[in-house]
Structure formats: C-alpha cells, structure tokens
C-alpha cells in the first residue's frame, strides 16, 4: 500500500463522513481515525492473521433523507499544505475573522503552521464569513476547507 492509496481512502472517508477506518493487507495494519480537526495515520507491521472487517460506505438513513443547504454558492478556503491551523496570529491576540466578520480579497484569514514556517492563509475573493471549519491547534490536511465565504455580500 502507498501513499497514494491511503489519501484515496482518506478522500473517501471524508466525502462520507467516517471518522474511523482500519484496514489490513500483506502483514501491514493501517488505521484512520478523524476528530472534527483532521486526519491521523498510524501504520504497522503485524504478523498473525485477523478476521477481516467488512466496512460499510452508505450513510445511515436519517442522514440521506435531511435537507441540505446548498454549499456550492459558496467559495471555500482549502488548506494548500498539511500542518497545524491557527485562528490568531499569537495565543493572547484576537482570532483574525470569525463566523458574520465581512473580508476583502487578500485579508489574512488564519495560519498553518508546517515545519516551524508560518503561513498565512489570505481571503481568495471578498464577502462573509459563512462559517469556519478548522479547529484551533489541529493538525489539518493539504485540500481540507477550512472557511466558507459567501461572495454574494
């Protein structure tokens, strides 16, 4: 297994919703688990035999059957990079937006923190905050939208 097939499943366990996920193949032992931040991995080689675990990819009913709001009017702010994701520019200093706050294009919306280098996240387009996805200290993954922005204001 490489890398390219773990992002994949991790892409498919998004798009659905999983939040735990583990998976064994040829002696390796591969197993995801999601919290409302991000993605980890951990991986290890394992020798004896496990039952295998049929996973199944249908969301529960109750979720299929509730309306949606529609996302797609929205411009969504993805992470360009893995790392750790910063509302604020230090611990005592406000958060740079929140949820309602108006942004212009190229106002600094948060940082990401990847190998001690601080990136600063900036507003692609302006309008509203509709909502912010990323979570205070938590490790995010390269293409995870992290702010929603209604350009339509």
Same mark, same amino acid.
């Given at each position: 297994?490489?890398? @390219?097939?773990?992002?994949?499943?991790?892409?498919?366990? @998004?798009?659905?919703?999983?939040?735990?996920?583990?998976?064994?193949?040829?002696?390796?032992?591969?197993?995801?688990?999601?919290?409302?931040?991000?993605?980890?991995?951990?991986?290890?080689?394992?020798?004896?035999?496990?039952?295998?675990?049929?996973?199944?990819?249908?969301?529960?009913?109750?979720?299929?059957?509730?309306?949606?709001?529609?996302?797609?009017?929205?411009?969504?702010?993805?992470?360009?990079?893995?790392?750790?994701?910063?509302?604020?520019?230090?611990?005592?200093?406000?958060?740079?937006?929140?949820?309602?706050?108006?942004?212009? @294009?190229?106002?600094?919306?948060?940082?990401?923190?990847?190998?001690?280098?601080?990136?600063?996240?900036?507003?692609?387009?302006?309008?509203?905050?509709?909502?912010?996805?990323?979570?205070?200290?938590?490790?995010?993954?390269?293409?995870?939208?992290?702010?929603?922005?209604?350009?339509?204001?």
């Amino acid at each position: 297994m490489d890398i @390219k097939d773990i992002e994949n499943i991790i892409k498919i366990l @998004k798009q659905n919703e999983v939040t735990e996920f583990e998976l064994e193949q040829e002696g390796t032992r591969v197993k995801l688990s999601r919290t409302t931040g991000g993605t980890y991995v951990t991986s290890e080689a394992r020798y004896e035999m496990v039952p295998a675990v049929q996973v199944s990819m249908a969301a529960p009913a109750a979720a299929q059957a509730a309306p949606q709001e529609d996302l797609g009017r929205y411009v969504k702010v993805e992470s360009p990079i893995v790392g750790t994701f910063y509302r604020k520019p230090s611990p005592d200093a406000d958060v740079f937006v929140k949820e309602g706050d108006t942004v212009s @294009k190229g106002d600094t919306l948060c940082i990401i923190e990847a190998m001690k280098l601080m990136n600063e996240i900036e507003a692609p387009t302006s309008g509203k905050i509709v909502k912010v996805l990323g979570v205070e200290g938590q490790v995010i993954e390269f293409g995870e939208v992290l702010f929603l922005i209604d350009p339509a204001v």
